[in-house]
């Protein structure tokens, strides 16, 4: 298996490697073979969930292997606060802990112990969802985030092999006793994976048309950048279709174009699902979609981001706005005490000349302003710069 290691990593690997291990079979054999694989000193974190007792014992054997070979290895906790869906927050919880781990380790690189049935059953779930090309592509052997780079080195290999190479490294693992319980999709997907590979939906049927789907996928990819660099034009943080060219593409492409938009100007790393894009090109009437706004208007369709997603939302003057906008003074000497924060229907009164920018009245409300406590400072984007700039991340 350090064969797949050779292939994951390439030979432009990094010095530090980090690892998350949760003390279960995938995890602790990801750690023991690049522990032995020796190309790079391995960072090991675990991620304490808070869920349940029995998580605490199995951190405990990572900790003893991690003990035994001279490696360093983090404890990192995570508590739900109870919003939401759990599985999906402590996703999340557990990749913010985990970036957050690696920035203070400096590592480029956290490799994790998906396998080939992780794989299976991430698109057997996402099929019984209705997921089109992107989704059925299911998991990627490498994504990049920032400049940290989430890698899944074992993720064409099989589950029991790994179990094979536990037994004969003579290296202990922990059971997770909610592996076994149906009432989690995940679950239900493995124990279908018995019915169905009579049929030949077998484990290394189902990953080859993940592959199939994957080329799919950056195929359509390619074909949306093409489209966009004719149909598609961006201002002050919004983005803006060519309506008629937009019309005038295969539904798919649209709705990938459109999904691409939306992603943008929301900042959500989640695409809306597909049954919420159909037809959006043909809206005669703004519609509030993703946390976005899509106007329609001379021609055009305008992509803007929601006010109500961003009513509520203040920050300091020295922080990103919204995920993506960084306002900044010309001059030294501002008053202390400013925020930034959407310039609302309150700040736009006290911009007579908003109109001479040429921007809509709904794009203006969710720009970013300055404001020191209910006073009106600046609103670059609307016309009133009074000595701030504003930009906004590359779209």
């Known amino acids: 298996m350090s064969k797949a290691l050779d292939t994951a990593f390439g030979h432009d690997f990094p010095d530090k490697i980090g690892v998350a291990v949760s003390g279960g079979g995938d995890s602790m054999a990801?750690?023991?073979?690049?522990?032995?694989?020796?190309?790079a000193e391995v960072f090991v974190a675990s991620v304490d969930h808070g869920l349940r007792p029995e998580a605490r014992d199995e951190?405990?054997?990572v900790a003893q292997y991690a003990a035994c070979h001279g490696l360093q290895h983090s404890v990192l906790n995570w508590r739900w606060d109870q919003q939401g869906n759990l599985q999906q927050a402590a996703r999340e919880g557990r990749r913010t802990a985990l970036r957050r781990w690696a920035e203070e380790c400096g590592l480029t690189c956290?490799?994790?112990g998906h396998t080939?049935?992780?794989?299976?059953e991430t698109f057997l779930m996402r099929l019984a969802r209705g997921s089109g090309v992107d989704g059925l592509s299911a998991m990627v052997l490498t994504r990049h985030d920032g400049e940290l780079t989430w890698l899944?080195?074992?993720?064409?290999v099989r589950r029991r092999a790994l179990r094979d190479h536990l037994r004969q490294a003579n290296v202990p693992w922990a059971d997770d006793p909610s592996n076994e319980d149906p009432t989690f999709d995940r679950v239900k997907a493995r124990q279908m994976m018995e019915t169905l590979e009579p049929l030949g939906l077998s484990v290394e049927r189902l990953t080859q048309?993940?592959?199939h789907m994957r080329e799919q996928r950056a195929l359509a990819a390619w074909a949306a950048e093409r489209?966009?660099?004719d149909l598609v034009s961006r201002d002050a943080g919004d983005v803006i279709f060519d309506h008629a060219g937009l019309l005038g593409l295969p539904d798919a492409l649209k709705s990938r174009l459109l999904a691409d938009a939306l992603g943008a100007v929301s900042g959500n790393p989640y695409r809306p699902r597909f049954k919420t894009l159909s037809g959006v090109w043909n809206i005669e009437v703004p519609k509030p979609l993703h946390g976005c706004l899509v106007m329609p208007?001379?021609?055009?369709?305008?992509?803007?981001?929601e006010w109500q997603a961003v009513k509520g939302l203040r920050t300091a003057t020295d922080s990103l706005w919204d995920g993506r906008w960084r306002l900044t003074a010309l001059e030294e000497g501002n008053e202390a005490g400013l925020e930034i924060a959407a310039l609302g229907e309150a700040g736009l009164a006290d911009v007579p000349d908003w109109r001479a920018t040429g921007r809509p009245r709904q794009s203006l409300l969710s720009s970013p302003a300055i404001w020191h406590g209910s006073k009106l400072i600046a609103a670059p984007i609307a016309g009133l710069s009074n000595g701030w700039d504003a930009q906004v991340l590359a779209l």
Do not use: E, S, V, Y
Request: cysteine-free.
């Open 227 to 229: 489209a966009a660099k």
């Open 297 to 305: 208007k001379a021609g055009r369709l305008r992509i803007t981001r």
């Open 59 to 61: 951190i405990a054997l």
């Open 209 to 211: 048309t993940a592959d």
């Open 116 to 120: 080939a049935d992780d794989q299976a």
């Open 152 to 156: 899944r080195p074992l993720l064409n």
């Open 110 to 112: 956290i490799a994790l």
């Open 30 to 39: 990801l750690l023991d073979l690049l522990r032995a694989w020796g190309k």
